[in-house]
């Protein structure tokens, strides 16, 4: 009798711990507590930023241009800031790129504290920050692997994104707060105070703990390099075709969360914030259960990204604002569950050499899609309204897990039939050496994954 609580007991820490592993380590702790201060004020400023739009347009059309502008950057140059990351110290650079956010919020605070603010304006700062992005977001992916190194990877990624939920939580309650209280601009002046956080967190570390490649030389063809290493291999190639449909036509809560409120359930800036702080509760969620497995597994990714697509369509089809509420915690826990599965697949079958270039690209199926996705959902949502634009999201992502469950299995039993073709070679001639591929069934084993090549090219002209 007195075995079972003893075994309970047991197994409660070591789960606890094997979910917060990562933050045994000194620079990511720091890091860790850094970005959720930063993110905090990222996410109010995010949901001011929207509602100043709403307020000065009453557009759904412009909201989607804001995001547009937001990350097309990251579209059109995405790839530089990848490049970037592979060649430089990546610290440094987010010393950098972590500065000129403050500069930019604080920019923003300004205009609309003096009542000067004109939409032109919000968008000039909603393009800077995009042009800051492209050079911050692949050093500040493939900078997780530095800190936490290869074995606890997986662990840190799904804890960031525990960061950002904790976030969403806190800031756009936080931003409806100040909005309904003292105003749009304190939102903006608290975002532009919270980096001081990552800025401090970034300096206190220290660099010899931190597991450094040596930078790439400098070489012609290397941006091209980078596509085809990612292209040449079904590991890194499937989680980004599926991203960028995802986030192409799902991941556009920035202009359908504001409609929901303004336009589905005519309300005001708190029920914005409480759609929001519900997408980011089921996230956080999501995140901690991501955290507490071991490895990552395509057929993970396959099954998340459905839930995501039918949960999005339950979130459109709800008629009542508690409904609504209830769903979006559940599709914010798949939809992160999907971003964690998909950005650990990616980093743990990258090169150090690649990991930069690779993670540019997902910024660009993620960020920078929202240019094409933004105003499409935007103009869907103006002329046939914000449930119908959650409906395209919605069947595009049940589509594009179809497809990937089907080119999967398809793989697997390719890979399977070499692997039988090998054996009976080596049966034959014993100098034959064969070997399968583990990931999609189960967990990513470096052993057992037909790897992307190293990249050989990374000195030859493209």
Not at 215 to 239: D, H, N
Not at 434 to 448: L, N, Y
Request: with cysteine; glycine share 8%; net charge positive.
């Amino acid at each position: 009798m007195s075995e079972v609580p003893e075994q309970n007991l047991v197994r409660t820490p070591a789960f606890l711990e094997r979910m917060f592993r990562s933050l045994q380590t000194r620079n990511y702790r720091l890091w860790f507590f850094g970005q959720t201060v930063s993110q905090s004020g990222t996410w109010m400023q995010s949901v001011a930023q929207y509602w100043l739009v709403l307020e000065l347009t009453h557009s759904a059309f412009d909201l989607g241009i804001t995001a547009a502008l937001q990350f097309a950057p990251v579209l059109l140059f995405g790839t530089i800031g990848g490049l970037v990351a592979d060649r430089f110290d990546k610290r440094r650079v987010l010393l950098v790129t972590q500065t000129a956010f403050t500069v930019q919020a604080a920019v923003l605070w300004m205009l609309v504290a003096s009542g000067s603010v004109q939409l032109w304006m919000v968008w000039a700062l909603a393009l800077l920050y995009g042009f800051i992005n492209v050079l911050d977001n692949p050093s500040r992916q493939s900078f997780v692997m530095e800190m936490a190194g290869h074995d606890d990877l997986a662990n840190a990624i799904a804890l960031n994104s525990v960061i950002v939920n904790v976030s969403r939580i806190v800031g756009p309650a936080l931003a409806g707060i100040l909005i309904a209280t003292v105003g749009l601009s304190w939102a903006f002046l608290a975002n532009a105070v919270s980096f001081v956080a990552v800025i401090g967190a970034l300096y206190a570390m220290r660099p010899a703990d931190l597991h450094r490649r040596p930078p790439v030389a400098r070489a012609k063809g290397q941006i091209r390099a980078g596509m085809r290493y990612a292209w040449g291999a079904w590991e890194l190639r499937v989680p980004l075709l599926m991203m960028a449909v995802i986030g192409t036509l799902a991941y556009n809560f920035s202009v359908i969360l504001p409609l929901y409120a303004h336009d589905v359930f005519h309300r005001g800036a708190g029920t914005y914030s409480a759609l929001t702080v519900a997408m980011g509760v089921g996230a956080l969620a999501g995140g901690l259960v991501i955290a507490s497995r071991r490895r990552p597994s395509y057929r993970l990714l396959v099954l998340v990204s459905l839930a995501f697509g039918v949960l999005i369509l339950a979130v459109a089809a709800a008629p009542t604002l508690p409904l609504v509420l209830v769903l979006l915690a559940l599709m914010g826990a798949a939809s992160l569950m999907f971003i964690a599965v998909a950005n650990s697949l990616l980093q743990l079958n990258s090169s150090g050499a690649m990991r930069g270039r690779v993670m540019s690209l997902w910024a660009i199926v993620f960020l920078g899609s929202t240019p094409i996705g933004a105003p499409l959902i935007g103009f869907v949502a103006e002329h046939y309204g914000a449930r119908i634009a959650l409906c395209v999201g919605g069947a595009a992502t049940l589509l594009v897990a179809i497809w990937a469950g089907f080119a999967l299995r398809r793989i697997r039993n390719d890979l399977r039939l070499g692997v039988a073709n090998a054996e009976a070679a080596v049966a034959a001639a014993p100098a034959v050496a064969a070997a399968g591929s583990f990931a999609i069934d189960g967990d990513v084993r470096e052993s057992g994954l037909r790897r992307p090549q190293r990249p050989a090219v990374e000195n030859q002209p493209a």
